[in-house]
């Protein structure tokens, strides 16, 4: 009862928070926070955000089934906030450069309007899987928790984060991720402090020993791990809405340190649990007091709510960009439509550990055409319509084949295909004959 009691009451501060701006809010705060988040909610929009519910599912199962697979993910994916800092700078200024809203504006915006359809598609499918994979994650939580059917569990989750998104937006986003990165921190202490430190310092190399996950993989995570989180809409967003970009640089240098402590407490839980568990909420329950239990819950509710909220509207803001009035409405519809795509395909994913990796494989379609915009080299418009979908079905294709290649795959197809016709189509450019001034 008092857990229940508890996700109700923090619920609903979150939701009442977000409703209390639903009819006065601006469209800039919705989107952006008028581009004014100071450092202390930077760095609690970016903790959360990066602690989603299918983040600390994923390393926990990664741990479970991969032993020390988890902890190359933990640090490679720290190294990468790390990253995200100390390329803030040039992120913020080359936003402001092109006036770019989000990260679909700023390559849109490199490349040309006519390959906005492609790349909001491209970015829609990876972020669909990503975010399905979150709340199938969340899904899962409530379904093992409140004993409801998985269907009806993912509804809930549904129905809780659209009604929060739909109300307050990144307005309301970066002030309630300072409660939910109080509750994912404080359990991630109490999962280090409960936990039984004797059985893995007897047998401590199943720390950084990898099982059931070949080379070829580990390869994938160590070398191309690290920079997804530079390219996370979500992490692009955060930096473009920072108040200035020493703000932004600031706040990752502090979430890398933060995230890898939090991401460590729990492949210390995945390496206790059988390899057939699929969340963490039964052991969390196990390992804490009694009354303090409802945090092995509330943390993760907490998680997917922090990281959806802040990757939806990234995703919806470039649709309603040529809407020329009522565009707060249409990005509420938007929100709405995408919450529902992402709804449905959770129910269908199956695995969470499968979306992660499907997602993350994807991913690695997008470094060529943001390495070009970033560093403001010459674009091609065709090659990056054609390498975005090779190179994503590619990714997705071996991920049912066999997942450990996905990564490598994607990333080979996406650079060999984008440079290729780059450089092909630049050259032919170069040699057609400049029309004469009359």
């Known amino acids: 009862m008092l857990e229940h009691i508890a996700i109700l009451l923090v619920l609903l501060y979150s939701l009442i928070h977000a409703i209390r701006h639903f009819k006065h809010i601006s469209l800039e705060q919705y989107l952006h926070n008028e581009k004014s988040t100071g450092l202390l909610l930077s760095t609690a929009s970016a903790v959360a955000g990066n602690v989603g519910a299918g983040t600390v599912v994923g390393i926990f199962a990664f741990a479970a089934k991969g032993k020390g697979v988890a902890l190359y993910i933990s640090v490679c994916y720290a190294a990468g906030l790390l990253l995200t800092g100390l390329l803030a700078g040039w992120v913020y200024r080359r936003n402001h450069a092109l006036g770019a809203n989000s990260f679909i504006d700023f390559i849109v915006l490199h490349f040309g309007k006519q390959t906005k359809p492609i790349v909001w598609g491209a970015v829609g499918c990876i972020f669909f899987l990503q975010m399905a994979s979150q709340l199938l994650a969340l899904g899962s939580i409530l379904h093992a928790s409140l004993d409801i059917s998985l269907g009806i569990a993912i509804l809930y989750a549904y129905a809780i984060v659209t009604l929060y998104m739909l109300s307050g937006g990144y307005y309301s986003v970066t002030r309630t991720d300072l409660l939910q990165f109080g509750f994912l921190f404080a359990t991630a202490v109490l999962i280090v402090c409960y936990f039984q430190w004797e059985p893995l310092l007897q047998n401590l190399s199943v720390l950084y020993t990898p099982q059931n996950y070949g080379p070829v993989f580990i390869l994938g995570i160590l070398l191309f791990f690290a920079p997804t989180a530079v390219i996370s809409i979500d992490n692009w967003h955060r930096v473009i809405s920072a108040e200035s970009a020493g703000v932004a640089r600031k706040a990752f240098f502090i979430t890398s340190g933060i995230c890898l402590f939090i991401y460590l407490a729990y492949t210390l839980l995945g390496l206790t649990a059988d390899p057939s568990v699929k969340e963490p909420v039964g052991l969390m329950k196990q ?87 970033l560093f403001d080299r010459p674009a091609s418009a065709l090659a990056l319509q054609i390498s975005l979908p090779a190179s994503i079905l590619s990714s997705l294709f071996f991920v049912t084949v066999n997942e450990e290649y996905a990564f490598l795959v994607g990333i080979g197809v996406s650079f060999v295909l984008y440079y290729g016709i780059s450089y092909l189509d630049l050259r032919r450019k170069s040699t057609q004959p400049q029309a004469r001034p009359e």
Do not use: E, Q
């Open 287 to 373: 390992l804490f007091p009694k009354g303090l239990s409802f945090f092995a819950i509330l943390s993760l509710l907490m998680a997917v709510v922090s990281t959806m909220d802040s990757t939806i509207l990234p995703l919806a803001a470039p649709v309603c960009s040529s809407v020329k009035s009522n565009r707060l409405l249409a990005m509420r519809l938007v929100v709405w439509g995408i919450m529902t795509g992402i709804a449905l395909v959770a129910y269908f994913l199956g695995s969470v550990i499968t979306g992660l990796i499907a997602a993350l494989s994807s991913l690695v379609a997008l470094f060529p055409p943001v390495l070009t915009a």
